[in-house]
């Protein structure tokens, strides 16, 4: 049994930083393809935010390129999202998964909030 615990979320002001982390529980013993973020505001779709594959590539979605910073540690199943330079828009729920094999999303964070002030 696999479980993602999230930390870092919290409250900061526009031109911040926040360290999101995404960790594994239990028995892990699972080859992973991809880990990453989700995020959702209130009255809006889930976006894709980051992933990062087993081989070490990336992909961000177009508004957090260039600020955001998507990281793992395969040793300690972990997954990270520096975010820097952040905005208002940035604000939601942010979400971990883990996909074990192509587009599964096998495994959820429980979600952690990030708030940024104007």
């Known amino acids: 049994q696999v479980q993602l615990v999230e930390s870092g979320g919290g409250l900061v002001q526009a031109g911040g930083s926040l360290r999101l982390s995404c960790a594994a529980s239990?028995?892990?013993?699972?080859?992973?393809?991809?880990m990453g973020w989700y995020r959702q505001a209130p009255g809006k779709q889930r976006e894709l935010v980051a992933t990062?594959?087993?081989?070490?590539?990336?992909n961000y979605t177009a508004s957090v390129k260039g600020r955001f910073t998507i990281s793992r540690d395969n040793a300690k199943n972990t997954v990270y999202l520096q975010m820097n330079s952040l905005k208002p828009e940035d604000t939601a729920v942010y979400y971990c998964?883990?996909?074990?094999?192509?587009?599964?999303?096998?495994?959820w964070g429980q979600g952690t909030q990030v708030t940024v002030s104007s």
């Open positions: 998964y883990v996909d074990k094999s192509t587009w599964t999303r096998d495994y």
């Open positions: 239990g028995s892990f013993f699972i080859s992973i393809t991809a």
């Open positions: 990062v594959t087993s081989g070490g590539g990336t």
